[in-house]
Structure formats: C-alpha cells, structure tokens
C-alpha cells in the first residue's frame, strides 16, 4: 500500500502540485471572463435601451445618479442626440452631468458643450449666459470667447462683439479677420451712413487690409456698379465669378473688362461681346464655343466651398455656417442647363 502514495518530498509531488494550480488557476480564469463578459453585455444593452427608447428626464437623472451610465457614456450618448437633433435630450444630459460633477475643469467642459448646444438649437441668449458664466471664472477661454463673439454677432451688437476681440487679443490671438468683417457688416447694416458713404468706408478698409473681398464688393456690385468696376480687384475676379456673372449688363465697364484676360473670357462665355474665342476654364471654353456656333441652351450656376472646412452650400456665405470660418469661400463654377431657354421652347 506505501507503494501507491508519494512522499511530499518526491519531486514528482512538486510537479502534480504545480500542474493543479495551473489547472485551477485557468478554470478560474474561464468563469471569472465569462462572468465580465456577461456584465458587459448587460451594461451594453441597458445602455443601448436608452437610445431605443427615449428616456424621460426623471429616467436620465436615475440612471445617472445610480451610476448605471457612466460619464464618458452619457458624454457619447448627448452627443449622439445632438447630432440627431434632438436638442432638448443632449441639454437634459448636460444639465443633470452639472449636477453630478464636482471637478471645476469637468463642469468648465461640460458648460462649454451645453453653451454650443444651446448655439446650435438656436437659443442665443441662454448659449450667451453659459459662455459668460465660464468666463466669470475661466477667463482665459478662447473657445468660449469666440462663441460670445458670434452670438453677439448674430444678436446684431456689434460693439459687444468688438470688445469681445479686445481679450482675444491679449491672449495673442490673431482676429483680423474677426475686426474687419464685424466693422463691414456694421458698416452695411448702419442707418446712419448714406450708401455712397458706407461704399467709400468699405472701399477704404478693403484698400488697407485687403481682406474681404467678396462681402465688399458683393455690396459695391449691388449699390454702386461704377465704383464696383472701377475699383476692382483682378487678382480676386475667380472668386468673384459669380457676382461678375450676375452684374448687370448694362453697367458693365467694357473697358475694364477688354483689359483683363480673365474678365474677357467670363464675359465671352457669357455672350455680352466677343473677346475670346477660347478659354483655360472649361465652362468658359464651353459657352464660348456655344456662342460662336450661335447656340444656346446652356448657362452657368455656382456652388460655395469653404476653404477651411470643405463645406459645399448652394449660397454664399460671409462667416461658414459650419466652423464659422471668415473670408473662406471659394465659388465654384457649374456648366448647367439655362432654363429660361427650357421654358421657352415649351411655350
């Protein structure tokens, strides 16, 4: 009977030991990973429960406070409901978060979100007030400041929006741009100036910064045709192309125009007069081939590209409705079909 018991000092003994550890050690491991997986999967779909089927307000505050959603998660979650645009759900979210949070950086963050929501939900007075409340106590906060500044834009102050640069600039932050658009569109939307003195104050800023060329002379087109094309600015016609294609034919500078190779081709294309019998753009090269062929049927439409964010929209703009970028847009030409010439051959 000795025979069949081994001696714990055998080293056989040892190695029975160590494979049965190992053996516990890894069954262990598959039913604790099992175990997490399972959590997982149950803390998942009652997360996902939330976007399914959209929580009261009472609902949000529970979970939250019982800590069934993290922060991270409910961070991701109003984002998505802003995206859908369910605004009143992504501030609820923001809201109850201010409630839980104790960190100042936290809570600095979370206003911030909840003031661009508000922005983007249109309620500018309520994103004012959260913006001016981080800057109470967080004054050196750029992002919070160009927001203010927007908003005070769009609220037609433009003074506020002005002394609103004044910290920007003592952060060392570059708002040229900023201070000439917000003194055109002051400028422009003034009852005090006549028009041909607010186009002498636009020309006169255009001439010193040489900045904003398509809003100043989109207005200089509209107002003061003459001092439009006697002022104009070749070395910007590409980005002009669509106000130079709609200028009015009758108050078109044929003297100017015959001088620039560029203006020449556009108005070619266009079929005022002969200047070019071809051109390096395409939709040009088209049109004037059209032309000398007497055939029509074809016309010109433009898109607007913002060079900051690559945004397409079917109107020019001065600040980019999406990253609110200034003096970015760049016309982009359309070869199209014309339909006033449609309409008439139906009749």
């Known amino acids: 009977m000795n025979g069949l018991f081994i001696e714990f000092r055998d080293p056989l003994f040892g190695i029975i030991i ?27 779909e009652r997360f996902l429960d939330v976007f399914t089927t959209v929580p009261t307000e009472q609902e949000l505050k529970k979970l939250m406070h019982s800590h069934a959603i993290s922060e991270e998660s409910a961070l991701i979650m109003a984002q998505t409901y802003q995206q859908n645009g369910d605004y009143e759900k992504c501030i609820e979210i923001y809201l109850i978060l201010l409630e839980l949070q104790k960190n100042p950086v936290d809570k600095k963050e979370t206003l911030y979100l909840l003031g661009k929501t508000y922005f983007k939900a249109g309620f500018l007075e309520r994103a004012q007030e959260i913006f001016l409340q981080i800057l109470q106590r967080f004054p050196r906060t750029p992002k919070a400041l160009h927001y203010l500044l927007i908003i005070y834009e769009k609220m037609h102050q433009f003074d506020k929006a002005l002394e609103v640069l004044e910290p920007l600039d003592e952060l060392g932050i570059d708002h040229t741009k900023d201070r000439v658009y917000l003194q055109c569109i002051a400028i422009i939307r003034s009852p005090s100036y006549g028009v041909n003195e607010k186009a002498e104050r636009l020309l006169a800023l255009y001439q010193e910064h040489h900045l904003l060329s398509y809003l100043i002379f989109e207005y200089l087109f509209r107002f003061t045709p003459e001092l439009a094309w006697k002022n104009l600015d070749f070395g910007e016609a590409h980005r002009m192309v669509d106000l130079l294609w709609n200028a009015r034919e009758a108050e078109a500078n044929l003297d100017i125009i015959s001088s620039n190779s560029y203006l020449r081709e556009l108005y070619s294309a266009k079929g005022l007069e002969l ?10 090269d088209v049109l004037i081939k ?58």
């Open 18 to 44: 160590f494979f049965s550890l190992i053996f516990v050690i890894a069954i262990f491991s598959y039913w604790w990973g099992r175990f997490k997986r399972k959590e997982e999967s149950t803390y998942l």
């Open 275 to 284: 200047m070019a019998y071809e051109s390096s753009t395409f939709e040009f």
């Open 290 to 347: 059209l032309n000398i062929a007497d055939q029509s049927g074809a016309t010109l439409q433009f898109d607007y590209l913002c060079g900051e964010c690559k945004q397409i929209y079917p109107f020019s703009f001065q600040r980019c409705p999406n990253c609110h970028s200034i003096d970015s847009v760049v016309t982009e030409i359309l070869l199209t079909k014309d339909h006033l010439e449609e309409n008439h051959s139906l009749q």
